[in-house]
């Protein structure tokens, strides 16, 4: 069993639509559990027992939500050694170009020694169907990656 853990922070709803398309998207693929969690709920156990990693954001000023900050800050010094290369993606909701928000999620996961398999997924200014099927792509090439043991 494949287990996805989804973390992400909406406050416009924009960013958890997301979410549950990316969920959608990873729970199509045969024998893989999906955990869909609002940053502020993860925990150091939800990334540790996850197979790989998906990261939603709302762009704040050109960084990423202060939540999916506070995650990282609860989680980082504790999953030291525990989550080398473990697979992960991003997700963002942008008002601008999204750019910001993904460096700053990328540093940050350079830290953990993540390793990142699939190119974000950003929606810039409304959130259109095409961008939540992208959303679901996303989720099924993480699981499905995962599950095949490309990653």
């Known amino acids: 069993m494949v287990r996805i853990l989804i973390i992400f922070h909406s406050q416009t709803g924009n960013t958890e ?3 549950k398309a ?7 693929i ?12 993860a925990t150091l156990d939800d990334l ?11 762009e704040n000023f ?9 995650f990282f800050d609860r989680t980082f010094y504790p999953a030291q050694g525990k989550v080398f290369r473990k ?4 997700f963002v909701s942008a008002g601008n170009d999204g ?7 990328e540093r940050v996961a350079i830290g953990y020694q993540f390793k990142k398999v699939y190119e ?32």
């Open 17 to 19: 639509r997301m979410a």
């Open 22 to 28: 990316v969920a959608d998207g990873a729970g199509s």
């Open 30 to 41: 045969e024998n893989t559990e999906v955990v869909l969690k609002h940053a502020r709920d």
């Open 48 to 58: 540790i027992r996850a197979d790989g990693l998906a990261i939603g954001t709302p």
């Open 62 to 70: 050109g960084y990423m939500s202060g939540m999916i900050k506070d």
């Open 87 to 90: 697979p992960y993606v991003v």
């Open 99 to 105: 750019t910001g928000a993904v460096r700053s999620i």
């Open 120 to 151: 974000p997924v950003i929606s810039k200014g409304k959130l259109t169907e095409e961008t939540l099927e992208k959303c679901r792509e996303l989720g099924k090439t993480l699981a499905g990656g995962i599950s095949l043991g490309i990653y």
